[in-house]
């Protein structure tokens, strides 16, 4: 019976063991690089806005269904969900979130309204962050999810 226990213990410790290395390797060589997408909308800063701050505003666009729970919101994707805390929220400007399950702390995805003074356009200004090869595919994916954005706000 104590060799059984030491056994189960030894197995236990190896397997977190694994996990933490696994975990530190990913940190050091996959460390993911920050980017930023712009997209010229024209429409107004309250109409967007409500569409990057709001459950029901990203349950439009960004995901099948969005819930909150103060800061946190949850994410459904048809079978899987993903939660994330809403870490800045810049009234009619930028809202940031961070994965909850991210690798790092500083790696979050945020959504700020840019309007020029000149020719009073509003932009879109996406920072997210992905793996070195992943950049171009986390970039196609944003392109088809703004355009569900556009389609739903009929512009």
């Known amino acids: 019976m104590t060799l059984l226990l030491i056994i189960t213990k030894n197995v236990r ?11 530190f390797f990913r940190k050091i060589f996959f460390m993911k690089v920050k980017f930023e997408i712009e997209y010229p909308l024209r429409t107004t800063e309250s109409v967007l806005f409500k569409r990057f701050s709001t459950a ?58 840019n309007t020029d003074e000149i020719t009073n356009s509003l ?20 392109d088809k999810q703004i355009s569900v954005l556009k389609r739903k706000l009929g512009i």
């Open 123 to 142: 932009a879109l200004i996406i920072t997210d962050f992905a793996e070195e090869d992943e950049v171009d595919e986390t970039i196609e994916l944003w």
């Open 13 to 23: 410790f190896f397997r977190k063991k694994r996990l933490y290395c696994r975990t």
């Open 56 to 113: 029901s505003g990203l349950a439009e666009w960004f995901a099948d269904n969005v819930k909150q729970d103060a800061d946190i919101f949850t994410f459904v994707w048809e079978r899987s969900e993903q939660k994330a805390i809403q870490v800045e929220n810049d009234k009619q400007q930028k809202v940031s979130y961070r994965w909850l399950d991210a690798d790092r702390e500083d790696e979050f995805f945020s959504f700020f309204l």
